[in-house]
């Protein structure tokens, strides 16, 4: 067996193993089959055991004296008339440093986890989604094309999200999780604009070595306007993923997730996707140096914001969370002004320092109750960490800014967020009038948001021979609580006996019927 | 005299409506129906199977089959497979099997199955259809069983007048223009008496004065537009998704009547005045997808209508895809059609469960379900991720060829359309996130014995198959892209030679 094959095999054993343990959860969890939790950790572990493994052998070839970056094609994907859609996997110094980092550190978040979440409901899937989450990272990192990154780009931030939400009956996780799943998929559309864009300007989107002794492959540069659209679409996917911003408000409420994938996702390895990415695009951004000042802007500014946040908080995980975008404002303004190495080295080392800072975390909130606790109010008392009596010096206006995040959220909702759902609600208005007029309902359409104080839903009269009685404020809601009650409650039939529920209990409380 | 596949395949479910009759014993008659009309469609499904695996589909013309003509008669109806409706076929009964499968057992009723299944012969026709005579009476067929279905509804509860009326409007708008062009073209084609040859296999145009073909693409164009829902005649399709059948609102939307008519009779018969059409098709598929994309994010209260606005925004890039009229486009387009198909059903039949135990759509009294339904959530978390192209499924590839095609014909387009897609993704989370998690509200909540079931076996079973489908033709795209590859080639290059 040459090298290369040995190679090959490797790079696919170490994408493959935890894709096939995810296979496997995902088996037992949609069947419903309640297993062990040793045995669930145990797939887990044991394939990202061997992942790391097969991450470390592709590194010892690569320490021989006769290893070149090289491409390595496994199969034709798909093919319509001249564009074909081929897989292959990459061996090249960025690459080699990120397997066996991935795959590491997936490791010790599942090792964690198997005490940590002892007896949790969602240890199953919890499992899953890490095992998902390793399989669309090390997609990532192997990857020989942009289009083909994008699709462990899209698993590693689906699993991102529904592990923010693991605590699925609490309403704060899985509004945060919405919220990382918006960012993340306004900011891949960067990434699948780009996608074609290269094709277009270059005839393809893989990764390639930009000249000898090259030892990273990289996107082709391309010049002028659209070098710099799609250096400004990949800088979109970016920021992202690795929380900078504008779009960085999602970090800190990502914490609401479980320790373990916190740590393995926001400080060890997805939030240094973007990171990665930039690197991988090196040298598109030389082509643009105004693509690498907005590089530069957004890593700095994010780095500012994010180190004056960071000494407001009031918990150790958000302190965390603000230190990890400011690090990672860091590395963008390192791979501004091109020093990639260093990027490289900073993004491997703060990886490793931030993932243990946070399976430390907790342990680190107990000793210190154990400490408050042994000393008794007797030892020296420090203020609390958000206390502006720690501050002191510091000008209060920066105390506030931070303490509200530089209002960037409330700009975003006000600014952004609110137009959107404004006109929407009128386009809703709008419809339901329209579809009334065909109806021929001549009452107005009831606001039943704006008589309950609880959104945007119109409610019509039951009948057109109803909507014609003329109708007070107090007969219009109880009309609306009737057409609700009524297109409530028919059940099947099957429901009801399963649940011998009395149909009574199920109207709506003041409901004329 | 060759076995009359085609005819059997399209009569076969038409045939078992017919004879399904009503029973006084409701329950028992949930189980007769759902059994015979089952069975009919297992049987059907063979049949579209023995058709797509029994065709040879190279570049050529398929074979055409006279209904009547085997029995001595060159006439009649004449019906044919070509590859871009091959994969369609299976597709439509498994969307009838779902309907059937899938309908509580208070909806299941005979005449409930006998509308599903008459859906299923008339799209069948109108997929087969050989001549423009049988893609009108297929076209009709298709939409009827719906009307019909719709209008026994309001004869039985008066509150129900108000959506046949939508359904009324909106159908023949869907349907009275058609009607026009094919009389039309009759009229002033010299070869209309050989139109079913012209139509199905973009090998001749008709001769006619540019000023007449505009007029009847028009009129092609407004059927094609009302029929997939595209602004302005859009209003139907949420509201059907909101208060319709979901079988049967499953199979309309499922069928994709107006790409096949611009596939199968604009393209082939008006080239020339297709090429210049298409813009206004694009702007309009466009339009759909942003404003389908809003009005699905702007915090709709009813899951299933916020699921009607993300179906018209994702079936518009289909429509985006034809009007490239490259091969990409074209392929992204078709296997958009399998692909949206499948998601969109099982999005509906998931909240369709869920609607049935809960008795309510209303998403502030949705909520926390996903400790009593974790499959259900889990489910309707796959297929809301396929209908958006999550990799790994259909979505994903035909999502990719299609903003491929864009953005070589046309740039503007690509931003839109990948905008669209971005925010139906994000409304179908927030729908899940509302429908699934947080705390437990309503029947959720209830003390006592579970108030709220996981999915029983039929129902678990028809997700899994739909989403199995989804996955299958997500990983190996090649063979849904390679068995259409020569029919795309021919369509593209029909359309694009001046």
């Given at each position: 067996m040459s090298q290369l094959e040995v190679l090959r095999l490797a790079s696919c054993g170490a994408i493959g193993a935890p894709l096939l343990a995810t296979a496997i959860l995902g088996l037992l969890l949609f069947t419903g089959q309640r297993r062990s939790e040793r045995l669930v950790s145990g797939i887990a572990q044991g394939a990202l055991l061997a992942s790391f493994a097969a991450s470390l052998v592709c590194v010892l070839i690569a320490l021989g004296p006769e290893w070149t970056p090289r491409r390595m094609p496994l199969v034709e994907w798909f093919r319509v008339g001249d564009m074909a859609y081929e897989l292959a996997l990459l061996s090249d110094r960025l690459t080699l440093v990120m397997m066996p980092l991935v795959s590491g550190l997936t490791l010790l978040a599942t090792h964690f986890s198997r005490d940590y979440l002892h007896?949790?409901?969602g240890f199953l899937r919890f499992h899953f989604l890490v095992g998902l989450f390793a399989t669309g990272m090390l997609w990532v990192v192997a990857s020989a094309s942009l289009e083909q990154l994008f699709v462990g780009w899209e698993l590693v931030g689906v699993s991102s999200a529904l592990l923010v939400g693991?605590?699925?009956?609490?309403?704060a996780p899985s509004q945060a999780g919405a919220r990382v799943f918006t960012t993340y998929r306004l900011c891949d559309l960067g990434i699948l604009l780009a996608v074609p864009a290269l094709h277009h300007a270059v005839g393809s989107a893989e990764f390639v070595?930009?000249?000898?002794?090259?030892?990273v492959h990289r996107l082709s540069a391309v010049g002028g306007v659209t070098g710099l659209a799609i250096a400004l679409a990949l800088l979109l996917g970016a920021i992202g993923k690795s929380a900078q911003?504008?779009?960085?408000?999602?970090l800190p409420r990502a914490m609401e997730g479980p320790t373990p994938s916190s740590a393995l996702?926001?400080?060890?390895v997805s939030v240094h996707a973007g990171v990665f990415l930039l690197l991988r695009a090196g040298t598109l951004l030389e082509a643009s140096p105004l693509a690498r000042l907005l590089v530069g802007l957004c890593g700095l500014t994010t780095a500012v914001y994010a180190g004056l946040a960071a000494r407001v908080q009031s918990d150790a995980k958000g302190t965390l969370a603000f230190a990890t975008m400011a690090q990672v404002g860091v590395m963008f303004v390192e791979i501004a002004v091109g020093l990639e190495t260093l990027a490289l080295v900073h993004l491997v080392s703060h990886a490793v320092l931030r993932i243990y800072q946070l399976f430390r975390a907790p342990s680190a909130l107990s000793d210190a109750r154990a400490i408050e606790a042994a000393l008794a109010n007797v030892g020296p008392q420090s203020a609390p960490?958000?206390?502006?009596a720690r501050h002191r010096g510091a000008p209060r206006y920066l105390y506030r800014i931070a303490l509200d995040r530089t209002f960037l959220d409330t700009v975003q909702n006000n600014w952004l967020l609110q137009p959107v759902f404004s006109a929407a609600r009128w386009f809703e208005a709008w419809e339901r009038r329209w579809l009334g007029r065909i109806e021929g309902a001549a009452a107005p359409l009831v606001f039943r948001g704006d008589q309950?104080?609880?959104?945007?839903a119109l409610a019509r009269p039951a009948s057109g021979r109803e909507a014609l009685q003329p109708l007070g404020a107090d007969s219009v809601r109880a009309e609306v609580l009737r057409t609700e009650v009524l297109r409530a409650e028919p059940l099947s039939t099957e429901a009801l006996s399963a649940e011998?529920?009395?149909?009574?209990?199920l109207r709506v409380p003041g409901s004329h019927r | 005299m060759s076995f009359p596949t085609l005819t059997l395949l399209i009569a076969l479910p038409a045939l078992t409506a017919v004879f399904l009759r009503d029973s006084e014993r409701k329950r028992l008659e949930s189980a007769r129906v759902r059994g015979i009309a089952a069975g009919a469609l297992t049987l059907t499904l063979l049949l579209a199977l023995a058709v797509v695996f029994g065709s040879d589909q190279g570049s050529g013309p398929p074979a055409v089959e006279f209904v009547g003509g085997w029995a001595?008669?060159?006439?009649g109806p004449r019906l044919a497979v070509d590859a871009i409706v091959l994969p369609l076929l299976p597709v439509t009964v498994v969307l009838a099997m779902a309907g059937i499968l899938g309908t509580s057992r208070r909806e299941s009723t005979a005449r409930h199955a006998r509308a599903v299944l008459a859906t299923c012969s008339g799209t069948l026709l109108l997929q087969c259809a050989a001549d423009l005579d049988t893609f009108v009476v297929g076209w009709f067929a298709s939409l009827l069983p719906s009307w019909f279905h719709a209008r026994a509804n309001a004869l039985e509860d008066p509150r129900e007048r108000g959506p046949l009326r939508i359904l009324t409007v909106y159908l023949g708008l869907a349907s009275l223009p058609l009607s026009l062009a094919a009389i039309s073209l009759h009229v002033t084609s010299a070869s209309g008496a050989e139109l079913g040859s012209v139509?199905?296999?973009?090998?001749r145009s008709v001769t006619l004065a540019p000023r007449t073909q505009e007029w009847i693409l028009l009129l092609l164009g407004v059927t094609a537009l009302a029929r997939k829902g595209?602004?302005?005649?859009?209003?139907w399709v949420p509201h059907l998704a909101e208060r319709g059948s979901v079988a049967l609102t499953t199979q309309l939307l499922g069928a994709h009547a107006g790409v096949l008519l611009l596939l199968r009779v604009a393209i082939p018969l008006l080239p020339d005045a297709s090429r210049s059409v298409m813009a206004l098709i694009t702007g309009a598929a466009v339009v759909s997808a942003s404003y389908g994309a809003l009005m699905a994010l702007g915090?709709?209260?009813?899951l299933r209508r916020c699921l009607g606005w993300v179906a018209m925004s994702q079936s518009s890039l289909i429509l985006v895809g034809v009007a490239t009229m490259n091969e990409q486009g074209l392929a992204g387009a078709l296997l958009q059609c399998v692909g949206f198909s499948l998601a969109f059903a099982g999005v509906m039949w998931a909240a369709h469960f869920v609607e049935v135990r809960?008795?309510?759509?209303d998403l502030k009294r949705l909520g926390g379900l996903v400790g009593r339904m974790p499959l259900a959530s889990g489910l309707f978390f796959l297929a809301a991720a396929a209908l958006v192209g999550?990799?790994?499924?259909i979505g994903f590839v035909a999502d990719e060829l299609l903003v491929h095609a864009a953005l070589a014909?046309?740039?503007?387009?690509?931003i839109p359309v990948l905008l669209a897609t971005g925010l139906n993704a994000i409304s179908l989370y927030r729908a899940y996130t509302a429908t699934f998690l947080g705390r437990p509200k309503g029947r959720a909540r209830l003390?006592?014995?579970?108030?709220v079931k996981e999915l029983v076996g039929r129902e678990r079973w028809l997700l899994m198959a739909l989403l199995a489908l989804m996955v299958v033709g997500g990983v190996a795209p090649s063979v849904l892209l390679g068995a259409r590859a020569a029919a795309v080639t021919a369509l593209s290059a029909a359309a694009s030679t001046p």
């Open positions: 007896r949790d409901p693991y605590f699925q009956e609490r309403r070595l930009s000249g000898e002794g090259a030892s911003l504008p779009a960085g408000g999602w996702f926001y400080g060890g960490l958000a206390s502006p309950e104080g609880e959104g945007s011998s529920l009395p149909v009574e209990s | 001595g008669l060159r006439a139509v199905l296999h973009a090998q595209m602004v302005p005649l859009h209003s915090q709709q209260r009813s809960t008795g309510t759509m999550l990799p790994g499924s014909t046309r740039p503007w387009v690509a003390a006592g014995p579970l108030p």
